[in-house]
Antibody, heavy 125, light 110 residues
Framework: QVQLQESGPGLVKPSQTLSLTCTVS??????????WSWIRQPAGKGLEWIGLLYSSGSTNYNPSLKSRVTISGDPSKNQFSLNLNSVTAADTAVYFC?????????????????WGQGILVTVSS | QSVLTQPPSVSEAPRQRVTISCSGS????????VNWYQQFPGKAPKLLIYYDDLLPSGVSGRFSGSKSGTSASLAISGLQSEDEADYYCAAWDDYLNGVVFGGGTKLTVL
């Protein structure tokens, strides 16, 4: 059974870079059957998709965050990471990593079938 | 403002049936799988329905999903107090080339 665990600083200063890591167990981030993703949720608000890491290593980002986001994978550690630069208070949220299940390889019919517990990141000086 | 539109809240009595709607467009719901997530306060979302109407293993058969055109619905029958949660719909959007979520619906079991 796959498990995901987010880790990283809980407090980031404005204008700095938010860096989080998701450690995956029970599956491989190199698996051709899944993608990997980051989602966030400000307190009391809805879910916002941040971006996607394909099994090939390529990425896809939310257009609203694209200029500030980098998602990368480290197959040797079975981890994938999120970097969000130039953060402001608006980036304060719980950040989730998730596995993306697919109807078929390369398909846009996909869903988040496993989630990490989430990590609260506060942007404040 | 979310790309997918859900009612902010719904309520119904125990043992009754409730539906939650999710409205989108041809670039998302109309062309891609709709998925539903259940979230309890302070917890991670959980996949409830995927690919429009499929139940993941372990999810109660009281939950069901449907889709018609650019709208989708989640139905919960035999409501129980433990169903009180936030429910989100989501789908891939071909125009934005990414995943879009609904704003979420808070279910209250009266």
């Amino acid at each position: 059974q796959v498990q995901l665990q987010e880790s990283g600083p809980g407090l980031v200063k404005p204008s700095q870079t938010l860096s989080l890591t998701c450690t995956v167990s029970g599956d491989s981030i190199s698996s051709p059957y899944y993608y990997w993703s980051w989602i966030r949720q400000p307190a009391g608000k809805g879910l916002e998709w941040i971006g996607l890491l394909y099994s090939s290593g390529s990425t896809n980002y939310n257009p609203s965050l694209k200029s500030r986001v980098t998602i990368s994978g480290d197959p040797s550690k079975n981890q994938f990471s999120l970097n969000l630069n130039s953060v402001t208070a608006a980036d304060t949220a719980v950040y989730f990593c998730a596995r993306v299940g697919l109807a078929a390889a390369g398909d846009n019919h996909n869903w988040f079938d496993a989630w990490g517990q989430g990590i609260l990141v506060t942007v404040s000086s | 403002q979310s790309v997918l539109t859900q009612p902010p809240s719904v309520s119904e009595a125990p043992r009754q049936r409730v539906t939650i709607s999710c409205s989108g467009s041809s670039s998302n719901i109309g062309n891609n799988a709709v998925n539903w997530y259940q979230q309890f306060p302070g917890k991670a979302p959980k996949l409830l329905i995927y690919y429009d109407d499929l139940l993941p293993s372990g999810v109660s058969g009281r939950f069901s999903g449907s889709k018609s055109g650019t709208s989708a619905s989640l139905a919960i029958s035999g409501l129980q107090s433990e169903d009180e949660a936030d429910y989100y719909c989501a789908a891939w959007d071909d125009y934005l080339n990414g995943v879009v979520f609904g704003g979420g619906t808070k279910l209250t079991v009266l």
